[in-house]
């Protein structure tokens, strides 16, 4: 399955869309879901950093992880079959870290989170996040991005993710089920004109 060609770009972005659970009743080979997986350290990250890890919640721990969260208020066993919840963890320490070695620390950001014009830990983990989606679809899986509202900290706990790690959202992934397309967004999307303003809004 993995050694099976995967189509171009043009082609994973004309399929890229959120594909909601509940999915096939067809198990997704770890193999395809570790590949998937690696594909997102092709993310960029600020100092190359490579601050975001995910954590892969497999069979009855999706079922687990609805119960807790919730996503979209529904029934949790309206989600099954759910093979694979990934969460895609941010680390700021891993930042600071990174921000505290030689070559980065004239930038003075490696002591304080507040000090960072912008959160690069979430924007790391959104762009690995990103990546996953589309290497997903392009192996024919469907993904699905939600927040998690609530039950976060006690998921976290049962898995033992260290502290200071915590997930930016969730990614469920199975097989698209025949036939059975999940709703998209009621609002179109944003015109060309709108989206982008040449040298002046
Ligand atoms: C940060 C973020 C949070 C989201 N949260 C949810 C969510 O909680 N529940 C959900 O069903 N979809 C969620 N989505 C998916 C969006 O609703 C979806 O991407 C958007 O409507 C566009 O649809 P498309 O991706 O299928 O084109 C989220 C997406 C992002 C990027």
Redesign the pocket.
């Known amino acids: 399955m993995i050694d099976q060609p995967v189509p171009g770009l043009d082609e994973v972005l004309r399929r890229?869309?959120?594909i909601?659970a509940p999915y096939a009743d067809r198990p997704v080979p770890r193999d395809l879901v570790r590949q998937i997986l690696l594909d997102s350290r092709r993310a960029p990250s600020a100092g190359h950093s490579q601050g975001a890890s995910f954590l892969v919640l497999e069979g009855d721990q999706t079922r687990e992880f609805f119960e807790l969260t919730h996503?979209?208020r529904e029934d949790p066993e309206s989600l099954q079959p759910c093979p694979v919840v990934v969460l895609p963890l941010e680390h700021p320490q891993a930042y600071l870290d990174r921000y505290s070695a030689p070559d980065k620390v004239q930038f003075g950001m490696g002591t304080d989170v507040g000090a960072w014009p912008v959160p690069y830990w979430t924007v790391d983990t959104a762009m690995a996040a990103m990546v996953v989606l589309l290497s997903a679809t392009a192996h024919g899986l469907g993904g699905?991005?939600?927040?998690i509202f609530e039950g976060e900290a006690e998921v976290l706990r049962r898995a033992g993710v260290p502290e200071g790690m915590r997930p930016i959202?969730a990614i469920a992934l199975g097989w698209p089920r025949d036939g059975a397309p999940t709703p998209?967004?009621r609002y179109p999307r944003r015109s060309d004109e709108d989206v982008i303003r040449w040298g002046q809004w």
């Open positions: 890229q869309r959120m909601r996503p979209n699905w991005f939600f927040a959202g998209g967004s």
